[in-house]
């Protein structure tokens, strides 16, 4: 290569020494990502098998079928969600362990240690926790077992989580009275939960309220157990950059921590937490493998890019498969569009 | 130090905090690998924690678990595919994406910025918009105004067919962390390379590359992880057949597929899972950390 290159006139040779190393990977990317994601762009408007033009019926059908609008409500759920509950439990976390004289680095890493390990073992680690088994079974889920073992039947016995007693009777949950076990993952609203028991139809509020899909939140809290460790490092890097002139100015004015926090930490991070905001919607809108291994989707639990995936594999519809790519592309747009904003009001000041 | 107003985070609260939020973070391994120690029915019978209480888990400690996913189950194999799948899915894209780097920070040429807005671009399209077409070109090949620019490999369900998925996933990423990192080498060294009449490969590998290694490792770890611990793209090109799965793949089997209650597999092969990235977090933190802050944008 070199030398073929050298026979060139000298002109030349820039440009050609710039196609012989950037070309590859322009040439890898077109193919492998470029051309694709036009085609999925193509497809969206095609039919079942990718063949007949159909117009926009495909996006039609997205926001009006049902599981459709279910799975579009839940992605909306995990975005607000992970997104708010990651970052304020970054900070919070970032903020203290940066405060910490010993055991900082200790700290962090038991945080950061579920960032390292891959969504389908946190699921696992978590379907593990939410586990159901009718009764009157052992219940071995942390939160069931928990439940079911505590309080008394109607007649004073205390209940039990099948705990086999010394002098070998068992005492179980199954009397009446006793807390029963709850299936949180196939749980699609609050009835029957503590609390909720006694509400019956009422006005609108309540109905919102009693609808709230608990499974899809619980879900939500495995991907927040995974990325605050993420968070944290980030915005505790970002901390540790703050000129500590600023904090002293601050406490010598006489301002209490959480007014620094507030007014001086907050604002010099607002690009940081920019940042992890764009990666954590990102994120949420690839998440694909909490929900496929918990619940396969299942309890109205869906996610777009489960969704997607059911589509293609499952319905053996392209159209609608490719649709709902487009959905996920199209959800992460604005956050985009916000970061060119910034960088743009970066480089004027 | 004797101040007479203590700060809030020396008070005993928020050590508290600190201390509550470490062992939520920890519970769940916890009861989780546990329960890899006990034997099947044991874990279905009594929970764990009374296991623990009754001294059930002491007496019942068993290794049989693993050797059966290890080997009745052939986690073991699946565990040779995860490496056979990443190591080509780390080194491809990092090569390719080390001499595009160079290109970009070194070499002027036309379109040069035209072609980094490219590789930015890249970045921002979730890899579910190349899912669907990059399965068809795996097998039916591209044609273009009637001629075949790529044939038909037919390679969906095979090792190549991941590679080539992950090296388009990682390349945005990897050629933009590396020109970044380039661009902070010193350039005088690099000019008075050129000065001295060294080509463009010479500097490259006499040059650029050695002194880039902290940046390649960062990359290089960061990918490793993604790519051991993904489980989309190894479902969608290599498929469920037992000679295909991968260490995530197979764990995904055994916990959403029809086994029932078998918690003591699926805790062993998660245990199992886990046992690569965490090696690899703790021998290689700083990089990982740099790598993933690198990555946050990743598509």
Known sequence: MNKLISYAPLSQHEGLYGAMFAGPAIFLLFLFLFYPAIRTLFLSFFDKRGQNFIGIENYIWSITDEKMLVTIRNQFIWLVGVVFLVIFLGLVVGYISDRLKKGESFFKSIIFMPMAISAVGSSAIFKFIYEYRPPPSTQIGLINGLRVGRGSDINGNPCGNNVLLDDGSKIGYSNEGCLQPIGWLQQRDLTGLPSFENISNADFFTNLIINFPINTLLLMLVMVWMFTGFAMVVFSAAIKAIPSEIIEAGQIDGASEGKIFLSIVIPYLKTTILVVATYLTVSVLKAFDIVYVTTRGDFETNLLAVKMLDEFAIYLNQGRSATVAVLIFVCVIPIIFLNILQNKEEAKA | ?299
């Open chain 2, 1 to 299: 130090m004797n101040s007479p107003t203590q700060k809030w985070y020396d008070k005993p609260i928020a050590k508290i905090i600190l201390v509550s939020i470490s062992l939520t973070w920890v519970m769940p391994y916890f009861g989780f690998v546990l329960s890899s120690f006990r034997p099947g029915d044991s874990i279905k019978r009594v929970s764990w924690w009374s296991s623990i209480m009754t001294g059930d888990f002491i007496r019942e400690f068993t290794f049989e678990n693993y050797t059966e996913i290890l080997f009745a189950e052939n986690l073991s194999r699946s565990f040779f595919n995860s490496f056979a799948v990443t190591i080509p899915s780390t080194i491809i894209p990092i090569t390719i994406a080390a001499f595009a780097a160079y290109a970009f920070a070194f070499i002027d040429f036309k379109g040069k910025n035209i072609a980094f807005m490219f590789v930015i671009a890249m970045m921002i399209v979730p890899l579910q918009m190349s899912l669907i077409p990059l399965i068809k070109l795996f097998s039916k090949g591209a044609i273009l105004f009637g001629i075949p620019i790529i044939p038909e490999l037919q390679i969906n369900g095979t090792f190549v067919a991941v590679w080539f998925a992950h090296t388009g996933f990682g390349l945005p990423l990897a050629t933009f962390l590396l020109r970044d990192f380039m661009l902070g080498l010193p350039k005088s060294v690099i000019e008075s390379a050129k000065v001295d009449g060294a080509s463009h490969l010479t500097t490259f590998y006499k040059l650029a590359l050695p002194l880039s290694l902290a940046g390649i490792a960062a990359f290089a770890t960061f990918q490793f992880l993604w790519v051991y611990n993904d489980f989309l793209v190894a479902n969608v090109f290599l498929g469920i057949r037992p000679q295909n799965l991968v260490v995530t793949s197979h764990v995904a089997q055994l916990t959403v597929g029809n086994y029932g209650e078998a918690w003591h597999l699926r805790t062993s092969g998660a245990v199992i899972s886990m046992i690569v990235p965490l090696i690899v977090f703790f021998s290689l933190q700083r990089f990982f950390v740099k790598g993933l802050i690198g990555g946050a944008v990743k598509g």
